[in-house]
């Protein structure tokens, strides 16, 4: 168990995913996997809450993995009626659930980058996975773990969890109990291979090897050191970001005017709310319809870490904007 728990450790420090002795919430299911993630994040000294979703999508069952994640792990219970509802769609549903806590953790392992990998090769055409942080700040410090070992933890920690008969039914189930094992079949460390594709892929900084995979559309990444790569549609550049709103400059099909002292032009950043006000900017979004893969290239006007015009959505009278 000490061993596992320093391999968790090391990682969560190696790609700063959380302070020392710092703040986070689990987002747990009440399964092996997020009662390993909430049990070992409080024995290395983070200050661990949980929040469990209930989609009420199997009855009884779904009633009782809430129970047990309140009563077992003090998660908070928030209920969202998800029936009918795709994978895709249940996914956006808990993170408006969850996007009001500071940090977010789910425990996400090896074995889910994996079926990740499996499924990109076969829907995109490329072998991408699970960053250890998300583009919405969620972070995954359980991916240098199996599933097979969270279980282990659980049992050796006396930890009871649930098992998810539902998943089976769900794409991730079928590669799971499927694809994977003829795969196994074909070669016993197919899981391990299937994992090292990550590693040898084109040697691409992460962010940006995600930014080629990613279906068309328009979007930003932050490459670090001031840089960020833009794509929208079929054409790919890199940027220095943020820009310097000096009189006038072009951001994508965007033109900016401003006199005011002290504006930079940037992409949007989760977390981000207009000035001295707590609407966030995720909001805005989504009231002005901008589509989900628009909305990383939009230009955000900003004084600091503050927010002061959204083009052609929130306007500021001496901030001037053009689409072409």
């Known amino acids: 168990m000490e061993q596992l728990r320093d391999r968790v450790e090391r990682f969560v420090r190696a790609h700063e995913l959380i302070p020392p002795g710092g703040e986070v919430t689990c987002l747990v299911s009440g399964g092996a996997d997020s009662t390993c993630l909430w049990h070992v994040l409080g024995e290395l000294g983070h200050a661990v809450s949980a929040v469990h979703v209930n989609h009420k999508l199997r009855g009884a069952d779904s009633e009782e993995d809430a129970r047990f994640c309140a009563d077992v792990l003090g998660a908070e219970v928030v209920e969202r009626d998800g029936r009918g509802l795709s994978e895709a769609e249940l996914r956006d549903q808990r993170r408006q659930v969850t996007d009001c806590y500071k940090l977010r953790a789910t425990g996400h392992t090896a074995s889910d980058q994996v079926e990740t990998i499996l499924y990109r090769l076969v829907s995109r055409g490329a072998a991408t996975g699970i960053a250890p942080r998300a583009d919405d700040g969620v972070v995954h410090p359980l991916l240098p773990l199996w599933r097979e070992e969270t279980e282990a933890y659980c049992r ?5 969890f649930r098992i998810d008969a539902s ?20 070669h016993p460390a197919a899981d391990e291979n299937l994992l090292r594709a990550l590693d040898t892929r084109a040697t691409l900084p992460p962010a940006l090897a995600e ?38 400059i072009r951001w994508g099909e965007w033109t900016i005017r401003s006199e005011l002292q002290g504006l930079r032009v940037r992409g949007w950043r989760p977390g981000d709310r ?40 929130v306007e500021h009278p001496e901030v001037q904007a053009v689409r072409d």
């Open 156 to 160: 050796a920690a006396g930890l009871d």
């Open 167 to 186: 998943n089976a039914d769900t794409k991730r189930g079928l590669i799971r109990d499927e694809i994977l094992p003829l795969l196994r079949r074909l």
């Open 211 to 248: 930014l080629l995979a990613a279906p068309v559309g328009s979007k930003r990444v932050d490459l670090g050191g001031g840089l960020q790569a833009v794509r929208e549609h079929e054409r790919l550049w890199l940027e220095r970001g943020p820009v310097e709103l000096a009189g006038e």
């Open 274 to 313: 207009l000035a001295g006000r707590r609407r966030k900017i995720q909001d805005v979004f989504v009231d002005a319809k901008v589509p989900r893969s628009e909305r990383e290239a939009w230009p955000l006007v900003v004084r600091g870490d503050e927010v002061v015009a959204v083009p052609g959505i």
